[in-house]
């Protein structure tokens, strides 16, 4: 199924999700209101989960076609602290299931692009290399630690990558393999990658996105809070 919310990607401006609430609330107005509604230990997860948080890495699926696979990687981008997912579609919309996402679909940002010159353009913008995930890859995993901002490109399931983005790519990360198989699954090759990525970067995140991204981990953790904000004047 799809996701809730999916963002449009602006190069221009940081990422995070448009906020699910009325725009007449700020960030900071949502937090005087809710936090309080909020048990400390649920305060303090939402502040040590944000904190780790990392805009240097991210993942471009190149039309995925997977509901499963794409749900996978959304959960292994959370579990290793990535911000934001871009999708570039094809004939299909982005899909995700709840059952193999684990909720993880309400904290991962995911921005789509209309084509992968789009998404290249964005991406170089923000100052993210491509890197393309592909059984030939000059790089190492481990390479990928050391690249200061990298943006990892997964291929369809069934062509890969398309032209458009190898073109743009400036590497390309294979993962050793000493068995018989020649290929990974899709989300398996994510997960690997995206664990090697990560290893000892710390959380970089603007303070306006930690602000933002704790309004909305309040909003989410409040029950009805809807409701409360509506019975409040916006702030």
């Given at each position: 199924m799809?996701?809730?919310?999916?963002?449009?990607?602006?190069?221009?401006?940081?990422?995070t999700?448009?906020r699910?609430?009325?725009?007449?609330w700020?960030?900071?107005?949502?937090?005087?209101?809710?936090?309080?509604?909020?048990l400390?230990r649920?305060?303090?997860?939402?502040r040590?989960?944000?904190?780790?948080?990392l805009?240097?890495?991210?993942?471009?699926?190149?039309?995925?076609h997977d509901?499963?696979?794409?749900s996978?990687?959304?959960r292994s981008c959370?579990?290793?602290?990535?911000?934001?997912?871009h999708?570039?579609p094809?004939?299909?919309?982005f899909l995700a299931?709840?059952?193999?996402?684990?909720?993880?679909?309400r904290?991962?940002?995911?921005?789509?692009?209309?084509?992968?010159?789009a998404?290249?353009?964005?991406?170089?913008?923000?100052?993210?290399?491509?890197?393309?995930?592909?059984?030939?890859?000059?790089?190492l995993?481990?390479?990928?630690a050391?690249?200061e901002?990298?943006a990892?490109?997964?291929?369809?399931?069934?062509?890969?990558?398309?032209?458009e983005?190898?073109?743009?790519?400036?590497?390309?990360v294979?993962?050793?393999?000493r068995?018989?198989?020649e290929s990974l699954n899709?989300?398996v090759?994510a997960?690997?990658?995206?664990?090697?990525?990560?290893?000892?970067?710390?959380?970089?995140?603007?303070?306006?996105?930690?602000r933002?991204?704790?309004?909305r981990g309040?909003?989410?953790?409040v029950?009805?809070?809807?409701?409360?904000l509506a019975?409040?004047?916006p702030r």
């Amino acid at each position: 199924m799809k996701r809730d919310t999916e963002g449009v990607f602006d190069p221009g401006a940081e990422q995070t999700t448009p906020r699910p609430w009325d725009p007449a609330w700020t960030d900071e107005g949502v937090i005087a209101a809710l936090e309080p509604l909020v048990l400390e230990r649920r305060r303090v997860r939402l502040r040590e989960v944000i904190a780790a948080r990392l805009g240097a890495v991210t993942v471009l699926l190149d039309a995925p076609h997977d509901p499963h696979n794409g749900s996978a990687i959304l959960r292994s981008c959370d579990a290793f602290g990535v911000q934001a997912l871009h999708v570039t579609p094809r004939e299909e919309a982005f899909l995700a299931s709840r059952a193999v996402a684990q909720g993880t679909e309400r904290w991962v940002d995911v921005f789509t692009h209309a084509s992968p010159e789009a998404a290249a353009r964005a991406l170089a913008a923000t100052g993210h290399a491509l890197v393309i995930a592909d059984a030939g890859g000059a790089l190492l995993p481990e390479d990928l630690a050391r690249l200061e901002r990298v943006a990892l490109v997964l291929g369809n399931e069934h062509e890969g990558v398309r032209p458009e983005l190898r073109a743009a790519a400036t590497a390309s990360v294979r993962v050793p393999m000493r068995g018989f198989v020649e290929s990974l699954n899709l989300s398996v090759t994510a997960g690997i990658l995206l664990a090697a990525a990560t290893r000892g970067r710390a959380g970089d995140l603007s303070p306006a996105q930690r602000r933002a991204l704790y309004a909305r981990g309040l909003h989410r953790t409040v029950p009805r809070a809807e409701d409360v904000l509506a019975a409040l004047p916006p702030r």
